[in-house]
């Protein structure tokens, strides 16, 4: 199955982004609403056994609930974006997150597969060969302090991802309380 942990968002905030992505100069691949959410490590497909230990591994999580905001869009790929995403601003508790949760499936023989610099962020969408990215950069540079709201971060899920031809829908396997 198809793996990763994240951080989930309130009713509210997904509501505002979705209403965001339908502005997007297309065509471009959009985030439903109901699947936004801040990923902290994505590991492909795992065995029941693997799983088990990802999940065993966020016992060992002992951080405080924090406060986070969503403000402001930006893009992954320079010139030609790739992804877009809003960004997510929280003193660097998320990365300290990211990194605590590494740690501790690291010392289970877990490794995720980021391969980059861990930035904490929300995608809005993917854009495809054929979207512009003129049009696009423009859309970014205007909504760069877009404000989406803040919330409390108290828990981390493990999610199951099952990819269909309507998109990509999402199970809770696990949620671990901050």
């Known amino acids: 199955m198809r793996v990763f942990t994240a951080i989930s968002l309130p009713d509210e905030i997904r509501g505002r982004i979705a209403a965001l992505a339908r502005a997007l100069p297309g065509p471009v691949a959009a985030v439903a609403k109901d699947n936004l959410h801040i990923t902290l490590h994505f590991f ?76 904490p962020h929300v995608t809005i969408a993917r854009t495809l060969r054929t979207s512009p990215s003129s049009a696009i950069n423009g859309f970014v540079a205007a909504h760069s302090l877009t404000e989406f709201g803040r919330f409390t971060v108290c828990s981390v899920l493990v999610m199951k991802s099952t990819l269909t031809s309507a998109g990509p829908t999402y199970e809770t396997l696990f949620e671990h309380k901050l």
Request: proline share 1%.
């Open 44 to 119: 492909g497909e795992r065995r029941a056994s693997e799983t088990e230990s990802i999940i065993g591994s966020l016992g060992a999580v002992h951080q405080e609930r924090y406060e986070a905001d969503v403000c402001g869009v930006s893009a992954f790929g320079g010139r030609t974006p790739k992804v877009v995403f809003a960004k997510v601003s929280d003193g660097g508790r998320t990365a300290q997150l990211y990194r605590f949760i590494s740690k501790r499936l690291g010392n289970a023989g877990i490794v995720g597969e980021e391969g980059r610099d861990y930035v």
